[in-house]
């Protein structure tokens, strides 16, 4: 298997915080792409994608309704995209993706985050070399043969298939395919995968670390302190780092 799978592999181990702050991620989404393409699925390709990633996480429709049209409202502000990086202690790269109404707000929390916990925000570029930027996707595994597919799906961008088995604490979840490419290749994927009438479960961007390095138990909790204090952080989107993580 290859790099995304093992990576996949240990970012399942971390379920969301909580589910109301899956939520709060969907809803800043929602507003994103409704700013940007309108607040028809089926016209805005971004927000088809967006309600996609809602049914998985079990989030009610009436919630993403409410979002989409509060979202329509001229008077909502936009979100801004806003990528940190920096070092945790023990030479760990850090990179923070987050979401904001507020720049000024989230530079100052992230990097009194930093300070506290004596890690260093960097400058732009300083860490986002050490990893790659893929887009996702994942649909049903029933009936599907990943080698097959593999084939169909290589002229739209597909760089490593697996299988990633079903959530046994869901009800809901069932056995899927995570297909991985590079994350420019995002619309292109998601055209070829509604072209072949295959289901889209859910879809993203992840940042997947091109080198890792090893921690002792000590030095992962010098760690985990600063890791968890952005995660708690409502402008934080997701946390990417250098660890390597247990087999």
């Given at each position: 298997?290859?790099?995304?799978?093992?990576?996949?592999?240990?970012r399942?181990?971390?379920?969301?915080?909580?589910?109301s702050?899956?939520?709060?991620?969907?809803?800043?989404?929602?507003?994103?792409?409704?700013?940007?393409?309108g607040?028809?699925?089926?016209s805005n390709?971004?927000?088809?994608?967006v309600?996609?990633?809602?049914?998985?996480?079990?989030m009610?429709k009436?919630?993403?309704?409410?979002?989409?049209?509060?979202?329509?409202?001229?008077?909502?502000?936009?979100y801004?995209?806003?990528?940190?990086?920096?070092?945790?202690?023990?030479?760990?790269?850090?990179?923070?993706?987050?979401?904001?109404?507020?720049?000024?707000?989230?530079?100052?929390?992230?990097?009194?985050?930093?300070?506290?916990?004596?890690?260093?925000?960097?400058?732009?570029?300083?860490?986002?070399?050490?990893?790659?930027?893929?887009?996702?996707?994942?649909?049903?595994?029933?009936?599907?043969?990943?080698?097959?597919?593999?084939?169909?799906?290589?002229?739209?961008?597909?760089?490593?298939?697996f299988?990633?088995?079903k959530?046994?604490?869901?009800?809901?979840?069932?056995?899927?395919?995570?297909?991985?490419?590079?994350?420019?290749?995002?619309?292109?994927?998601?055209?070829?995968?509604?072209?072949?009438?295959?289901?889209?479960?859910?879809?993203?961007?992840?940042?997947?670390?091109?080198?890792?390095?090893?921690l002792?138990?000590?030095?992962?909790?010098?760690?985990?302190?600063?890791?968890?204090?952005?995660?708690?952080?409502?402008?934080?989107?997701?946390?990417?780092?250098?660890?390597?993580?247990?087999?």
């Amino acid at each position: 298997m290859g790099r995304a799978f093992e990576f996949r592999k240990a970012r399942k181990m971390k379920r969301w915080s909580a589910m109301s702050k899956a939520f709060t991620r969907i809803g800043k989404d929602i507003v994103i792409a409704v700013k940007e393409g309108g607040p028809d699925p089926d016209s805005n390709a971004k927000l088809r994608a967006v309600i996609q990633n809602a049914k998985s996480v079990n989030m009610p429709k009436a919630n993403v309704e409410r979002a989409i049209k509060k979202a329509s409202d001229k008077d909502t502000k936009n979100y801004e995209t806003v990528l940190f990086e920096g070092y945790a202690p023990h030479g760990i790269a850090v990179l923070v993706e987050t979401s904001t109404d507020n720049n000024n707000r989230t530079v100052a929390n992230v990097r009194s985050y930093f300070t506290k916990y004596d890690g260093s925000l960097g400058t732009s570029g300083s860490v986002e070399f050490m990893f790659e930027h893929k887009c996702h996707f994942r649909i049903p595994a029933e009936g599907k043969d990943l080698e097959e597919l593999e084939l169909e799906l290589i002229d739209y961008g597909a760089e490593e298939l697996f299988l990633d088995e079903k959530d046994e604490d869901d009800d809901n979840s069932v056995d899927g395919i995570m297909i991985y490419a590079d994350f420019q290749n995002y619309g292109a994927m998601q055209s070829g995968l509604e072209e072949m009438g295959l289901e889209i479960l859910s879809s993203g961007f992840e940042y997947i670390p091109t080198v890792q390095k090893e921690l002792t138990d000590e030095q992962r909790e010098d760690v985990d302190k600063l890791l968890e204090k952005l995660e708690e952080d409502d402008d934080v989107n997701n946390v990417y780092t250098t660890i390597k993580e247990d087999e």
